[in-house]
């Protein structure tokens, strides 16, 4: 019994290394083809959704559908107990997203047509930043969660007012326009304001009268601000903070290299080198 318990831990850390482990070179391998699989997948849902390529090779597409979401089970499970809390990686994001990108396939026994939302697998992609883990992207992807965050109150007080524009200006064209030109419902009418105001122009409903055309026109010239407000915001965050990257001192240890130290440091805190013989 103990010796089929220490088999048992041996092949967990086996397993977690393989899995968790993007350092090495078994662990950089998974992922990779783990990826590849996710890709084929996407690939195979939305070739079923091609009526002529599904009549012909429908019963292969489903057979590599199955297959791939056993592949996928399996690493679920393998992830589960390749950990000490499992439960932090079951209600974690990347675990609940690799458990939806399972579900879709073994609902469609119960509701046709959930298959198709097995493209949810495209999310796990996401993945591809945490293998490729270059200081770079890593750097990057911490400025723009840093601007996203620091301008989240201004873009939710923007967002605000223009929900109260969409329904004042969908009033106004209510009354303006009236039921006989398409605007039946104030609803309806904010529903306009809301395509004009993001230039989609779906162009089922539009105005007939004078001034309606004429608000129009204001909703349209003001809808090109509406895209560019928030873009300014997070834009002049990011430039913020990389300014705030610049200016910091570049005093590279001669030993390592390394500049991430503070200012008063006699020491680097990487390779423990002296600056004091720098």
């Not at 019994?1 to 397993?15: A, G, N, T």
């Not at 559908?65 to 089970?73: D, N, S």
């Not at 409903?205 to 004429?214: D, K, M, N, V």
């Amino acid at each position: 019994m103990p010796d089929i318990k220490s088999k048992y831990e041996r092949f967990r850390q086996k397993v977690n290394i393989i899995i968790h482990g993007t350092g090495t070179k078994a662990g950089r391998l998974f992922d990779l083809i783990l990826l590849g699989l996710i890709v084929l997948s996407v690939l195979l849902v939305m070739m079923e959704t091609v009526s002529g390529f599904d009549a012909k090779y429908h019963r292969t597409l489903v057979l590599l559908e199955w297959i791939i979401t056993g592949l996928f089970t399996l690493e679920y499970l393998l992830r589960i107990i390749s950990i000490n809390k499992p439960w932090k990686y079951i209600i974690s994001f990347y675990g609940i997203i690799d458990l939806l990108a399972i579900l879709p396939m073994y609902l469609s026994f119960f509701v046709l047509g959930t298959s198709v939302l097995t493209v949810i697998r495209s999310l796990r992609l996401l993945r591809l930043f945490k293998i490729l883990n270059h200081p770079k992207f890593i750097t990057q992807s911490s400025q723009l969660n840093q601007a996203v965050k620091a301008s989240r109150g201004k873009i939710i007080v923007f967002i605000y007012f223009v929900l109260i524009s969409t329904i004042l200006i969908g009033s106004i064209m209510f009354l303006v326009e009236g039921r006989e030109n398409g605007f039946t419902s104030i609803p309806v009418s904010i529903y306009w304001t809301i395509v004009t105001l993001t230039t989609v122009g779906y162009g089922d409903i539009s105005p007939a009268t004078p001034l309606g055309q004429f608000i129009a026109s204001l909703v349209m010239i003001l809808g090109y601000g509406i895209i560019a407000v928030p873009t300014g915001i997070v834009t002049a965050e990011i430039a913020k903070s990389s300014q705030n990257l610049a200016v910091k001192p570049k005093n590279p240890c001669s030993a390592c290299g390394n500049e991430d130290h503070p200012e008063d440091a006699n020491y680097c805190p990487h390779c423990g080198h002296s600056f004091t013989t720098n």
